[in-house]
């Protein structure tokens, strides 16, 4: 295990630590488009690695879903099963 030589609690703080050089990170490429556009980050692409981003929904308990927010619930376990 590498030795934490630095940790951070916060995306912004975060992403503004790998800009500065710090290090890496996994964050959603939707949170730094805007830093991958001005060339301030990269994709690092790693071979043999899975990872998994977990995915929550929450609804309000008597509220029935729409037609459109069920079949997206039934895309998403379709594709991780």
């Given at each position: ?9 916060g995306l912004n703080?975060?992403?503004r630590?790998?800009i500065?050089?710090y290090g890496?990170?996994?964050v959603s490429?939707l949170e730094?488009?805007?830093h ?23 609804t ?12 997206f ?9």
């Amino acid at each position: 295990m590498p030795i934490i030589g630095l940790q951070i609690n916060g995306l912004n703080e975060t992403i503004r630590t790998v800009i500065a050089g710090y290090g890496v990170t996994f964050v959603s490429s939707l949170e730094v488009n805007e830093h991958l556009a001005q060339e301030q980050v990269a994709i690092v692409h790693v071979e043999e690695v899975n990872l998994k981003n977990p995915i929550s929904l929450c609804t309000r308990e008597k509220d029935e879903l729409s037609k459109i927010a069920s079949n997206f619930i039934d895309s998403i376990k379709n594709d991780t099963n």
